[in-house]
């Protein structure tokens, strides 16, 4: 008997399937098999989990040309596409490219039940955490679990999570400097996670033992 043709796989089990490639998998490659494949990526099933390359672009912040701007456009209009393809409220995780300020603000009001986020630290960070992060965590209410990398705003971040985010249960931070306000932070909004998972600024850099011991004491 001839087996089934791939092109045949029930659209519930191929979009499982597809769903677990990758953005630029699902874009580039997938839609170019066949129809029934190209279809299946416009399934907002598809796009749960956004995972955006970590630096789509890098812009010098002291001398903006034409082409940064117009790099930035393409990117916007990029991030815009991804995320419409998830219809918006379908996207349960997200991982954010670095260097992004607007873009990410895009991101909060067309996702506004977001579970998941991934921020990566930019250039631009300083700029992020004083201006659009407020403004993010208080549309992203629901969200549960945040993973930061590179950032020395960590106490400026769990404070916005303890202010707007009553849901939230995991902090994974990577990358980052870990010390005495970082450790009061953590200890004072959120001293009940259920997951806390730290791993400092390198190899070398370990947390200190009063603030494991913090840390430890206050996050019960």
């Known amino acids: 008997m001839e087996g ?14 597809l769903g677990r490639v990758g953005l630029e998998s699902l874009l580039l490659n997938v839609p170019l098999v ?3 494949w190209c279809k299946a990526t416009h399934n907002p099933q598809c796009w749960t989990r956004i995972v955006f390359p970590s630096m789509l672009y890098q812009i010098n912040t002291q001398q903006v040309t034409f082409a940064d701007r ?12 991804v995320i419409n393809r998830s219809c918006c409220n379908k996207a349960g995780m997200i991982a954010l490219p670095g260097f992004c300020t607007n873009e990410a603000l895009i991101v909060a009001h067309e996702c506004p039940a977001l579970r998941t986020l991934f921020l990566r630290y930019g250039s631009s960070y300083d700029k992020f955490c004083v201006i659009f992060m407020p403004k993010l965590f208080q549309i992203w209410k629901n969200l549960e679990d945040l993973m930061l990398v590179g950032t020395d705003k960590l106490n400026e971040i769990v404070t916005q999570i303890s202010l707007h985010c009553k ?8 990358l980052c400097e ?7 932070a953590i200890v004072t909004n959120l001293p009940n996670p259920k997951q806390l998972i ?3 600024l390198c190899t070398s850099t370990i947390v200190e033992s009063e603030d494991l011991k913090t840390i430890l004491q206050g996050c019960k």
Do not use: D, H, Q
């Open 178 to 184: 870990i010390k005495g306000k970082e450790t009061s």
């Open 198 to 200: 730290l791993r400092p």
């Open 167 to 174: 849901n939230f249960k995991t902090l994974r931070v990577k």
């Open 70 to 81: 117009l790099v930035k456009s393409f990117m916007t209009a990029f991030l815009k596409l």
């Open 34 to 36: 066949c129809k029934s």
């Open 4 to 17: 089934r043709k791939w092109e045949e796989l029930e659209m519930e089990c191929l979009v499982n399937i």
